[in-house]
């Protein structure tokens, strides 16, 4: 089971950013995915996930309205669109993957399933 982030880089405040997370060794169908960012000093925290079934998805406060997430099954990929990035949004994110949708939303972050590498998002100001 392999998860890849990508997209990262630096980009200006207000800039916008598309990560992608390749997803192989499961059937996507069946696993919820979320985003996960971690700056420097700080926990890990969610930023948006979304379900396997119905599409379902959830988004941090901070991002709802600037953050889009979405998954193409036949890809094995889901996105996550950033726009009008804040240097706040600065972080490694990282993508995750878990059979319920309510572990990847509001369960412990050592329960969820699989976790692929980080990538680097820098937002300057």
């Known amino acids: 089971v392999q998860l890849q982030a990508s997209g990262g880089g630096l980009v200006q405040a207000g800039g916008s950013l598309r990560l992608s997370c390749a997803t192989s060794?499961?059937?996507?169908?069946?696993?919820?995915i979320g985003w996960f960012r971690q700056a420097p000093g700080k926990e890990r925290e969610r930023v948006s996930c979304?379900?396997?079934?119905?599409?379902?998805?959830y988004y941090l406060d901070s991002v709802k309205g600037r953050f889009t997430i979405t998954r193409d099954n036949a890809k094995n990929t889901v996105y996550l669109q950033m726009n009008s990035l804040k240097p706040e949004d600065t972080a490694v994110y990282y993508c995750?993957?878990?059979?319920?949708?309510?572990?990847?939303?509001?369960?412990?972050?050592?329960?969820?399933?699989?976790w692929g590498k980080g990538t680097q998002v820098t937002v300057s100001s």
């Open positions: 995750a993957a878990d059979s319920s949708y309510w572990t990847i939303t509001s369960g412990d972050l050592s329960e969820i399933d699989y």
């Open positions: 060794g499961f059937t996507l169908d069946y696993y919820s």
């Open positions: 979304i379900s396997f079934i119905r599409g379902s998805t």
